[in-house]
């Protein structure tokens, strides 16, 4: 139901847009959220937008470099990434669930919709 895409390599300094194309049943009535995984660690959030008022959460590690936004239209959510560092480089994973509760928006566990990942690579 998740198709994520736009992983690549680039240069620390650089930018990429992420993309996570969403099937019908994955609306606007998801949270879509974007969770990453680097060589050798959990899973963690990143980024998030809430289903039923648009509000937007960040992990503190990428606060002010990363957006996430959605286009309701295409059914697609999007992470722009500005500033990337080598520690950005990691496996990106969008996620979505419709019946979450805000306390448990950071939380792996909580979604039960995951697309397959992308890898992001920053060298330095």
């Known amino acids: 139901q998740l198709q994520a895409s736009g992983g690549g390599l680039v240069q620390a300094g650089g930018s990429l847009r992420l993309s996570c194309a969403a099937s019908?049943?994955?609306?606007?009535?998801?949270?879509m959220s974007w969770f990453r995984q680097g060589p050798g660690k959990e899973r963690e959030f990143v980024a998030a937008l809430w289903r039923s008022t648009g509000r937007t959460y960040y992990a503190d590690s990428v606060k002010g470099r990363f957006t996430i936004s959605r286009d309701k239209a295409k059914n697609t959510v999007y992470l722009q990434m500005n500033s990337l560092k080598p520690e950005d480089t990691a496996v990106y994973y969008c996620?979505?669930?419709?019946?979450?509760?805000?306390?448990?928006?950071?939380?792996?566990?909580?979604?039960?919709?995951w697309g397959q990942g992308t890898l992001v690579t920053v060298s330095s």
């Open positions: 019908e049943r994955t609306d606007s009535s998801y949270t």
């Open positions: 996620a979505a669930d419709r019946a979450l509760i805000l306390s448990t928006l950071r939380n792996v566990a909580a979604y039960n919709v």
